[in-house]
Structure formats: C-alpha cells, structure tokens
C-alpha cells in the first residue's frame, strides 16, 4: 500500500470533467497539492455521499490551492453521468483497467456480490514534488474519511 512518504505512482488514465480528457499525474504536478479519492462505484450510497460533501466542502481545498479528483473503476461516461446528476464540480478519473487501484495498492472485492477489482474507500494527498503527504485507506467501504483531516492534510501539503 502506498504510505505517507512515499513517492505517489505516476500514471495516465481519463479523467472526467463534463468532457473527457487525459490526466497524467506527473503533469498535474504543478496544480499541486491533489488529493485523489478512491471510491468504489459510483452511483452507491456512500460513493455519492462522500463525492457531494467533497463537492460541498471544495472551498476549503481551493483556498489552499488544492485540487480533488474522485477515482474509481466506472468508465468516464458513466462518471460524467455521475458528475452531472449530483452536480460535482470536480473532475473524476476514470481507472478502468485498474492499473491505479493496483498501483496504489487500494484493490478489494465485494465476494457475495460478485464485484471485484474495484477501489478500496481511501484518499491520498500528494504535494507538488510527487510526495504522498497523507493517506487514508478503510478495509470498511460504509467508512468515510475525516474531510477536516483531509483539508488540513492539503493544506499542509
């Protein structure tokens, strides 16, 4: 799993924005610091809660100049629908082929429900050198983050 400290995984997948566009996190470096928040699937109770009250508390990352990107497995055309029913005002990365969630070590599976591969419930932050300045994995996926904590993280980032 990646820990604070560690030097966060680069990679390239399509993030959702009302379009679809590529994001490389390398080249995000310089917007920096982004906090990534993994979730399972969109359109579940606790993905949607957790999203809107990103959405909801997105001032608090924008006054320290950070950026939040939700992550999760869905497809970018299922997450543009997602942003768009709940009004995020964010961009969603779309990871597919689970090549994040694996590079970040955040993969579970939903056994009885015949799901699998999709993001554990976490979030990192990431400063503009690559860093990961703060991580928050949950084994729990009805478990959402502390957000203060999480501002705060970005804010110190």
Known sequence: MVNTGDDAPDFSAPVANGDI???????????????LAFFPGAFTSVCTNEMCTFRDNLSQFED??????GVSRDTPFTLN?????????FGL???LNREIIEAFNVEMDFDGLGVY????RSVFVINADGDV???WVSDDPGVEPNYDEVAQAAADA
């Not at 629908?81 to 005002?89: I, K, P, V, Y």
């Not at 591969?117 to 554990?120: F, M």
């Open 133 to 135: 300045t703060y991580s």
């Open 64 to 69: 320290v100049g950070a950026e939040v990107f």
């Open 81 to 89: 629908e997602f942003r768009a029913q709940n009004d995020l005002n």
């Open 117 to 120: 591969g999709v993001a554990k």
């Open 93 to 95: 990365i779309s990871d």
């Open 21 to 35: 566009e590529e994001f490389d996190l390398s080249e995000r470096l310089n917007d920096a610091p982004l906090v």
